[in-house]
């Protein structure tokens, strides 16, 4: 029954969707829970999560890759002009790769899983995007900046403030991999000034021995974790915030 009602009302949205913005033209993110924070979450039915058992997981990235690939089809079909760019939220990946995830009890850690394990249940998932752009965000502690570069993902989308290893991160600049840079509180706060922001900007890119030219055409300016927690007032002053910000960037 539940499955049903879900069906329904998601025929219901795409409805919606084709109805408002069935002409649309240009990019349209479509963003989906990732494989490994999935399997942390997702409870077996003797009670520990999904992560502790390797076909489960296995499973896991298999359907989601095949439900991500119908998903984009029958989004497709309702913006047929539209260009899609896929997004997986992987907040619990480090605590995976760290053994970081509670058993049942609360009281233990679940293994650790290797990182090749992880890397090719990530692929199986962005490979389902089906060439469209393919963005990982991780707002978590200890991003494995480097692993997901592996993963041939086009763009990371990480927290400033957390994105730690600047070794990691000037790899995979050089590597071509775009960054999206949360830069900005999620929820409600007061803002630097747009001037202030691009500054500290700077600074960090120079840290990573990059030539300042190079800035605006690297990096997008983002809050550091969507704005699903602000008010509708911070949300326009954010998104205003960032714009300022980039043409401050653009401008030298």
Not at 52 to 73: E, F, N, P
Not at 234 to 245: D, E, F, G, P, R
Request: charged share 20%.
């Amino acid at each position: 029954m539940d499955a049903g009602r879900t069906r329904d009302l998601w025929a219901r949205d795409l409805d919606a969707l084709a109805a408002t913005a069935g002409e649309y033209r240009g990019w349209f993110k479509i963003q989906v829970a990732g494989p490994w924070t999935l399997a942390a979450g997702v409870e077996l039915h003797r009670g520990d999560k999904a992560v502790a058992d390797s076909g489960a997981t296995r499973d896991i990235a298999q359907s989601l890759a095949a439900g991500l690939a119908a998903h984009l089809a029958e989004v497709l079909r309702a913006m047929p002009g539209a260009d899609l760019v896929v997004q997986l939220d992987e907040p619990s990946l480090p605590a995976v790769l760290r053994g970081g995830v509670k058993t049942a009890s609360g009281f233990g850690q679940l293994d650790a899983i290797e990182e090749a394990v992880v890397e090719a249940g990530l692929r199986t998932v962005l490979e389902a995007a089906g060439g469209a752009p393919t963005i990982v965000h991780c707002c978590a502690v200890d991003v494995p900046i480097e692993l997901l570069r592996r993963t041939g993902s086009t763009a990371l989308s990480l927290d400033l403030n957390l994105a730690a290893d600047q070794d990691e991160m000037g790899v995979a600049i050089e590597a071509g991999t775009g960054l999206l840079l949360g830069v900005l509180p999620g929820t409600d706060s007061a803002l630097p000034t747009p001037r202030g922001t691009a500054d500290r900007l700077r600074s960090w890119w120079r840290r990573l021995g990059f030539d300042s030219e190079d800035l605006p055409g690297a990096v997008t300016l983002t809050p550091t974790c969507g704005l699903a927690g602000a008010s509708p007032a911070y949300a326009v002053a954010c998104m205003t915030h960032l714009q300022a910000a980039g043409r401050e960037l653009a401008a030298g």
